[in-house]
């Protein structure tokens, strides 16, 4: 709700805000984007291009709305779908949800925020390191449709883990893609954090990503993009606890 007041409030950002200086969205406010109501039932085959084999977990989204039948987990820990756990594991996700990617200034993040539903929702507990890693595939089917894919992960202390967070494209028109993750590290946590986008020629891509790091902990961010109109990914590091090391590594 607080976020929905938000979008009412502010403004889409133009050359003129200091921050936007290089990045001109003016062909983006000139069409009409709105989310899919369903999601296209797509055959195995379609996805297999996108897999990643030695996945220990599969997360897949059409269109922004989540898609079980194409997705798994066997990496024994929390990788599911954030609208179907957040009961069982509200206190875990409410903590963090909504905290660390704030939406009061930022009109891409409330407008993720006001659609807030699927999305995913990582939990790597206590001293467990894992060897493969947990690959979010979202994928765009509908020309003109707006999708908001949300992350949540959180990595207790001691806890490492690779996220491969993947955005693909199944047709050529304009969509709309706008992301939103927040990572939230524990003392001595570790989490590599893979990010392909990969969007069609027409597409618009918005992304933000707020991390927070607790003491000795260690962030590692690769970020790829090769496809879109526009695209845009802001990385927002939290480095406030002692010990703590972020590295950053990007392509475009």
């Known amino acids: 709700a607080d976020a929905v007041d938000r979008v009412g409030a502010l403004t889409v950002p133009t050359t003129r805000d200091e921050d936007w200086r290089f990045t001109d969205i003016s062909p983006l406010t000139?069409?009409?984007?709105?989310?899919?109501?369903?999601?296209?039932?797509?055959?195995?085959?379609?996805?297999?291009?996108?897999?990643?084999?030695?996945?220990?977990?599969?997360?897949?989204?059409?269109?922004?709305?989540?898609?079980?039948?194409?997705?798994?987990?066997?990496?024994?820990?929390?990788?599911?779908?954030?609208?179907?756990?957040?009961?069982?594991?509200?206190?875990?996700?409410?903590?963090?949800?909504?905290?660390?990617?704030?939406?009061?200034?930022?009109?891409?993040?409330a407008l993720n925020t006001a659609f807030l539903h699927d999305g995913a929702l990582i939990v790597a507990p206590r001293d467990r390191a894992l060897a493969a890693p947990i690959h979010l595939l979202f994928i765009a089917t509908c020309k003109h449709a707006a999708s908001y894919p949300r992350c949540l992960v959180i990595a207790e202390p001691g806890a490492e883990l690779t996220l491969i967070e993947d955005h693909v494209a199944l047709q050529d028109e304009a969509y709309f893609t706008n992301a939103v993750t927040e990572i939230a590290l524990a003392a001595n946590a570790q989490v590599h954090h893979v990010r392909v986008q990969r969007d069609s020629a027409a597409a618009f891509h918005f992304a933000n990503c707020?991390?927070?790091?607790?003491?000795?902990?260690?962030?590692?961010?690769?970020?790829?993009?090769?496809?879109?109109?526009?695209?845009?990914?802001?990385?927002?590091?939290a480095l406030t606890a002692p010990g703590a090391e972020c590295s950053i590594d990007g392509m475009a």
């Open 210 to 237: 707020a991390v927070s790091l607790a003491q000795s902990s260690r962030y590692h961010s690769v970020s790829v993009a090769l496809g879109a109109r526009i695209s845009r990914f802001n990385l927002n590091v």
């Open 30 to 109: 000139k069409l009409s984007f709105q989310p899919a109501q369903t999601a296209a039932a797509l055959a195995p085959a379609a996805i297999e291009p996108w897999t990643v084999a030695e996945a220990a977990a599969r997360l897949v989204f059409v269109d922004g709305i989540f898609a079980p039948e194409h997705s798994f987990n066997r990496a024994g820990i929390m990788v599911e779908n954030l609208a179907a756990c957040v009961t069982a594991h509200g206190a875990a996700a409410q903590a963090q949800l909504g905290r660390l990617a704030a939406f009061e200034r930022n009109a891409f993040t």
